[in-house]
């Protein structure tokens, strides 16, 4: 549940945008779905995933040394160096792409489909970039985006924590499988809100 949703809206109080108990109600939804989730995913697929990793074969693709005290704070720099590079990188052309596109078109082409909003608004949070939390968040508050969609669109976003699972875990059919659950969980949680939304 890593994203900017919270400093967005805590920004709007001032114009009136939100309040502070409806602010406190969605995080507390969303760390209470996070929770919840994470012990449904655990108890159905973790059987699937392997439960250690082996360190090793990631030093020795990294051509790190490890094993060796007076190396270790070396090694984990230079890790940290290699995924920092890439993930500016990543958020480099991103940030571009956002730019070029326009973030009033970003928020049309998700609410423009009402049918699909959940599945397209968690798609969209898949995307590793804080602007995604971002337009998502303001499109909630400027009431182009239901409270399902915000959901869906912000348990999805996991932030740059993908783009660290990729380059860590060569495990291709591990990491897709993660992420289509992640995407999944995410777009049927949006879907119920939306839903019980609409009773209420």
């Not at 709007?12 to 945008?17: M, N, Y």
């Not at 970003?106 to 949070?125: C, I, K, Q, S, Y």
């Not at 993908?162 to 059919?173: I, S, W």
Request: proline share 2%; net charge negative.
């Amino acid at each position: 549940t890593s994203d900017e949703m919270l400093p967005v809206m805590l920004s709007a109080l001032t114009d009136g945008g939100i309040d502070v108990g409806k602010i406190l109600a969605i995080v507390a939804g969303k760390a209470a779905l996070g929770i919840i989730l994470g012990y449904i995913v655990d108890a159905i697929f973790g059987r699937f995933f392997r439960a250690g990793k082996d360190i090793h074969s990631f030093c020795e693709r990294e051509h790190c040394e490890c094993e060796g005290e007076e190396n270790v704070w070396l090694s984990a720099l230079k890790h940290t160096v290699k995924i920092g590079i890439m993930l500016i990188a990543v958020n480099f052309v991103l940030n571009i792409i956002f730019g070029l596109i326009g973030e009033e078109h970003l928020a049309a082409f998700m609410t423009g489909r009402p049918v699909a909003a959940e599945l397209l608004l968690a798609l969209f949070g898949l995307i590793p970039n804080c602007a995604v939390s971002v337009i998502i968040t303001q499109s909630y508050l400027a009431g182009v985006v239901t409270l399902g969609g915000l959901f869906a669109g912000l348990l999805s976003n996991a932030g740059i924590g993908l783009l660290v699972l990729l380059r860590t875990n060569r495990n291709a059919k591990e990491n897709m499988a993660i992420i289509a659950i992640l995407y999944v969980l995410s777009a049927l949680c949006g879907m119920a809100i939306t839903a019980i939304s609409a009773l209420i």
